[in-house]
């Protein structure tokens, strides 16, 4: 008989010798289609994922900061003190660094005992990093006594991330984390800087969703996406307007640039891609949410030129298949998402798993997604939700 996993309830008891007052959940996300139009006023359309950080917490009597995260097995032992002086010398960096930016954000006083424990892929484009900024504001805010308030979390943890880690992000990954539902997806405005959920049902078809790692470096991402954002915004000042949602296909094509009318192109037509998703997700036509995606990839491949060559043969693979795939995040490597039939999964990991090996490629990693999840949430039972995979 396999041994029950002890709860995060009896670990942090087993680790502290005390019961936890708060305990948080927090999913990743994976963007399913609009990639590259959140910094152009654009959609997006994200889920939560059943892959998640989870954060217990409780006060000391003294100033002392005691951590302890599965990931890395780090145990880290300090005063307060050590804290205010880190904060000082940004932009921050690792478990520590998040732990201090909260800490200096909420102005804490106390001493804490923090157990972080996650079955979300690290440094996978799936927001690890936003999951663990929100898993710890939500503890360290309820242990403050205070209301833990949805859109207060969300711009604090993009300040988190910008004003204490350096990061330029924005707010889609924390809006997806914090907002997700379970069978919906997020439609993103970055415009309106908010979302409304929509159905994303794939589950009640006999679908599922991976999002395949394809085990590729990253390297060029960062100085690549900020040429892309230099170039987008270039080509809507040359048309005219604030941001290139309130552009129109007609009149990109009239750019003659040919690098800026391409960037436009993708923007505006992905755009349109994913209002045409979530329809076509409402009313059951998952073929067109398939071809949806393989024309996403296609303009993210072409005329964005973010895509690789083994993203690129990886989409071109699935597709022959039948398996509805898109790179997703910034591109420049990472990971793919495929919509497939629930019994085309083992074919599937068998198939490209022999296509990698053939290529003489790191081979790559699936991680199966049967539902959207829940979002950010309160854990209140002495148990691991259903929905957490490890």
């Known amino acids: 008989m396999p041994q029950r996993r002890p709860s995060i309830r009896e670990q942090f ?19 399913l289609i609009g990639d590259h ?23 000391r009597q003294d100033r002392m900061i005691h951590i302890y995260s599965d990931y890395g097995r780090e145990d880290i032992h300090l005063p307060a003190d050590d804290l205010s002086g880190l904060v000082k010398r940004r932009p921050l960096r690792g478990l520590m660094g998040f732990v201090a930016a909260v800490w200096h954000l909420l102005e804490y006083e106390q001493g804490i005992d923090l157990l ?7 440094a996978s484009g799936l927001s690890s990093s936003a999951s663990l ?7 360290m805010t309820e242990l403050l006594g205070k209301p833990v308030v949805t859109e207060q979390l969300i711009a604090q943890a993009r300040r988190v991330e910008n004003d204490y880690l350096g990061v330029s992000s ?33 589950a009640r078809y006999g679908l599922t969703l991976w999002i395949i790692d394809t085990q590729t470096p990253r390297t060029l991402a960062a100085s690549g996406y900020d040429r892309r954002v230099r170039e987008t915004q270039a080509a809507s000042h040359v048309l005219g307007v604030p941001d290139l949602r309130r552009a129109t296909p007609d009149s990109v094509e009239r750019l003659t640039d040919p690098v800026l009318r391409a960037r436009a192109r993708h923007v505006v037509r992905e755009n349109q891609r994913v209002e045409l998703t979530v329809a076509a997700a409402g009313a059951g036509n998952w073929d067109r949410v398939k071809s949806l ?17 083994v993203l690129d043969q990886t989409v071109g693979w699935l597709r022959e298949m039948g398996v509805g795939a898109r790179l997703t995040g910034a591109g420049f490597g990472g990971s793919a998402v495929a919509l497939a039939a629930s019994e085309q999964g083992e074919e599937m990991a068998r198939r490209l798993t022999e296509h990698y090996r053939d290529q003489g490629w790191t081979l790559p990693r699936f991680l199966e997604v ?21």
């Open 170 to 202: 924005g707010i889609l990954d924390p809006l997806a984390i914090a907002r997700g539902r379970a069978d919906f997806a997020l439609l993103v405005d970055a415009l309106r800087q908010d979302g409304r959920h929509v159905p994303f049902d794939y």
């Open 370 to 390: 049967r539902r959207p999840a829940q979002g950010l949430r309160k854990v209140t039972e002495d148990k691991v939700p259903e929905d957490v995979i490890d």
């Open 133 to 139: 900024s929100l898993g710890i504001l939500a503890v």
């Open 13 to 31: 008891y087993e680790r502290y010798g005390r019961e936890p007052d708060s305990i948080w959940l927090s999913p990743g996300r994976v963007n």
């Open 116 to 122: 972080i424990l996650s079955t979300l892929p690290i």
């Open 37 to 59: 139009t959140d910094y152009q006023g654009g959609l997006a359309l994200p889920i939560a994922l059943p892959y998640s950080t989870r954060v217990a917490g409780r006060l």
């Open 293 to 309: 995606f393989w024309a996403s990839h296609q303009s993210l491949s072409e005329d964005f030129m973010v895509s690789t060559p």
